[in-house]
């Protein structure tokens, strides 16, 4: 069984790395390295980066404080401080395994703060699903604004949505609703035949308990600006970056507000923090607003390596931050 979990882990890394590898490949592969020393040294402005930090930090920083708040009505109290470095490090472990780092959260605050596993997910899912519902609102409206340029987009990378579904039939859609729902009603069954059914059920049970404790929320205004306030931060982390380079310096908050949403969106693909996708997705924005092939090529290169580095300092931080941290006990829980 061990070695089963072994190969599948080792599997899911490799294809990441790939895929990301791949994509990176092809974007690069004529470029020109010996001359991001010279942009990095002589051409870039490291004051605007260094001014993005703080918003790459406070961006992570206010998804902790907002996730100890979406715990408190599932009755689980975890400390600010473990919370914060929860997240720090979960970033972190994600540019080895994509994804995993929701799952590792959730295990700090349970081995740190005794924090139901189950519900914790709970609380991941319904924050996931706010942070969605909210990407997609700007998304919309960022679409609305600068049509143009997106259907721009959809046609030099050949991702028309006409051609995408003018390739189903009548029976193919029925074919694919046939299978999807085959598939859950065989998942269905064989959770019911198995042994651990009860505690499989069990587990649902609280990260049913997690995603509804929404509702039970004391503070919605608080909540709201910490959500508002986590993709704020990340914008600005972004944006900020703009005037690093005096190719990107003079474009509008619009631009940088296209590319930061097509690049959010590209991060969808599981790569080592959206490495290989996001290259793709913004140097294609922004080619589309004017900036020339080799200097859209340099500014996702270092901005992602840069920010790269950035969460892998803050997930060592959390590290050691939380080796020297004490360990609640049970009694500690049943007190709070």
Request: with cysteine; hydrophobic share 50%; glycine share 6%.
């Amino acid at each position: 069984m061990n070695y089963k979990n072994v190969v599948n882990t080792a599997w899911k890394i490799s294809l990441s790395i790939i895929l990301g590898g791949a994509i990176l490949y092809w974007m690069y592969r004529d470029f020109n390295f010996q001359q991001v020393r010279h942009v990095l040294t002589d051409e870039m402005n490291w004051t605007w980066m260094l001014l993005s930090f703080p918003f790459g930090i406070l961006a992570q920083a206010f998804r902790g404080w907002r996730w100890k708040q979406t715990l408190e009505p599932v009755g689980e109290k975890p400390r600010s401080s473990v919370s914060v470095y929860s997240i720090f490090l979960s970033y972190a472990v994600s540019l080895v395994i994509p994804r995993v780092g929701e799952f590792a959260r959730c295990g700090v605050l349970k081995r740190w703060d005794k924090v139901s596993f189950p519900k914790a997910i709970g609380t991941v899912v319904t924050e996931r699903a706010i942070d969605s519902l909210l990407i997609l609102l700007i998304a919309a409206l960022t679409f609305l604004a600068q049509i143009p340029i997106f259907l721009t987009f959809f046609r030099k990378t050949g991702t028309s949505i006409n051609s995408i579904f003018g390739q189903f039939t009548t029976t193919g859609y029925l074919v694919t609703a046939v299978c999807g729902i085959s598939i859950l009603i065989l998942a269905w069954y064989l959770l019911r035949k198995l042994s651990i059914y009860d505690k499989v059920k069990s587990t649902i049970g609280g990260i049913w308990q997690g995603v509804i404790s929404l509702k039970n929320v004391k503070n919605i205004p608080l909540f709201i600006f910490f959500t508002i306030a986590i993709w704020g931060s990340y914008f600005f982390h972004y944006y900020l970056t703009f005037f690093c380079f005096e190719a990107t310096s003079h474009l509008s908050i619009a631009c940088a507000l296209v590319t930061f949403i097509v690049g959010s969106i590209a991060v969808i693909v599981p790569t080592p923090n959206g490495a290989g996708p996001w290259h793709f997705a913004v140097k294609t924005m922004l080619i589309l607003y004017g900036i020339g092939t080799y200097d859209a090529l340099y500014f996702v290169l270092i901005v992602h390596s840069v920010q790269t580095l950035l969460v892998i300092l803050l997930g060592i931080y959390a590290w050691i931050a939380l080796a020297l941290t004490g360990k609640k006990k049970d009694t500690d829980k049943i007190l709070n």
